[in-house]
């Protein structure tokens, strides 16, 4: 593997509805093909790779709770829908030549293995894709705490969040013309201005163990080669 790299070591978060592509319901099978792509591209540049995938696209707990379910079986769905993404994501990889492992916060002995931190790290070190399903494998907790856990157990250097926007708006600019869009922040910062990139306790997980996390634009081909490169693409949260 080359060295041209920034980086030896990421944890990429994708959320379920990064898998939707336009649709508004499963997994867009070109979507997460070009996803599988872009990530077998940075690992040939030598990069170690282990992604955190939501279940956004399938079943969010809080949402069946609003449907009258009750919250701990609801999250259950949700996680038990990260590991069908993750899954996926598996396949689309190995179709295209490289090698994952799907790895589960819930023990689901049949489908894929239990996450194991040492076996995970022994994993991205012999250069396959680690996917770390069903979140933390606890409810009330989403893949964004999950995310920025498995940075810090496997040591990564940058947990990356890929999402529709091109880094963090001081507001949605969707809906307004004037939202700033900043390039860096701390992560107090974050939380004092109540901007919506991360649930909390997944920024304050970041912040006490000085993770820095950079929030770019998944729709953009390369960016995540070029932040991989070391551009400064999107926005950077540090301690
Ligand atoms: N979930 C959970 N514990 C976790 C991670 C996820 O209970 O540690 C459940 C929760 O119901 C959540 C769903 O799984 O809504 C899908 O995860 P998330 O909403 O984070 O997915 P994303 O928004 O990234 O697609």
Not at 74 to 100: F, I, S
Not at 132 to 137: D, I, L, N, S, V
Request: with cysteine; glycine share 10%; hydrophobic share 45%.
């Amino acid at each position: 593997m080359g060295s041209s790299t920034h980086y030896r070591r990421i944890l990429l978060k994708l959320s379920g509805e990064a898998l939707m592509g336009s649709a508004d319901y499963g997994i867009d099978p070109t979507v997460i093909g070009r996803l599988a792509d872009e990530i077998l591209e940075i690992q040939k540049e030598g990069v170690q790779i282990g992604v955190v995938i939501g279940g956004g696209n399938i079943f969010r707990g809080a949402g069946l709770q609003a449907n009258g379910m009750d919250r701990v079986t609801g999250d259950h769905m949700g996680m038990l829908a990260t590991v069908m993404n993750a899954l996926a994501m598996q396949d689309a990889l190995e179709k295209r030549g490289g090698e994952a492992r799907v790895m589960s916060a819930l023990p689901i002995h049949d489908v894929c293995e239990d996450f194991i931190r040492r076996r995970a790290i022994r994993h991205i070190e012999k250069g396959r894709v680690a996917l770390f399903a069903a979140g933390t494998g606890n409810p009330f907790f989403t893949t964004d705490s999950a995310a920025a856990l498995r940075a810090i157990e496997i040591g990564a250097d940058l947990l990356l969040k890929a999402t529709k926007v091109d880094g963090i708006y001081s507001a949605d600019p969707a809906r307004h013309a004037d939202a700033k869009r900043y390039d860096h922040l701390t992560y107090d910062q974050v939380i004092e201005r109540k901007l919506a990139v991360m649930d909390t306790a997944a920024i304050a997980l970041c912040r006490d163990q000085r993770l820095p996390m950079r929030i770019y634009d998944m729709g953009v081909a390369d960016n995540l080669k070029r932040i991989i490169r070391g551009e400064a693409i999107g926005t950077l949260v540090d301690p």
